[in-house]
């Protein structure tokens, strides 16, 4: 359907099959996570779509915070959270698509499965990615780097056959 919850589900998919070694989810729950662990979100609000009424252009700020394990010195911490950022923004830059996310359809599929559904040219379009690493206020040997991603994507609109209001336009649904 190509809403913001299939973009952030993919997006968190994407970061999950990149970073095999790291646990990814979309909700921070305090005590649940175990490093390494990473987590994906809106960074902002999701803007109503600009556009006409049979297609409109999504433009959505994400973020996926990265906590790497804890290091032995505060030295090694910093030299493992670079290596993670190259890691990490050479995974949404590079590859075989470029600035590219491949978008899943999750209509029906549960929280804990992936999306499998997809034609093989639908893609979250990346317009900017940034990525920075921090140390941990509390303790220098642990970081996280901190990768903002601007997606965008198209979604086309229709009118259901039920509506009420079909042949106007001002009603209409979003596939």
Not at 46 to 66: R, S
Not at 80 to 108: N, Q, T
Request: negative net charge; charged residues 25%; glycine residues 6%.
């Amino acid at each position: 359907m190509r809403t913001p919850v299939d973009a952030l589900r993919s997006v968190k998919k994407f970061t999950a099959d990149a970073l095999p070694e790291f646990e990814v989810r979309l909700a921070k729950e305090e005590g649940t996570f175990v490093r390494p662990f990473a987590r994906v979100g809106f960074a902002g609000s999701i803007d109503l779509p600009k556009g006409q009424l049979e297609m409109v252009d999504y433009i959505v700020p994400m973020f996926v915070h990265c906590y790497p394990e804890r290091a032995a010195t505060g030295e090694q911490a910093v030299v493992k959270s670079l290596e993670l950022a190259d890691r990490v923004g050479l995974i949404f830059r590079s590859g075989p698509h470029p600035y590219r996310v491949p978008f899943y359809d999750y209509e029906g599929v549960s929280l804990d499965r992936a999306g499998t559904e997809r034609a093989s040219t639908d893609f979250i379009r990346l317009s900017d990615v940034s990525v920075e690493t921090q140390v941990d206020s509390d303790e220098q040997y642990l970081t996280f780097v901190t990768v903002d991603i601007r997606a965008t994507w198209r979604r086309h609109m229709r009118l259901t056959d039920g509506d009420p209001l079909a042949g106007s336009n001002i009603s209409g649904t979003m596939d």
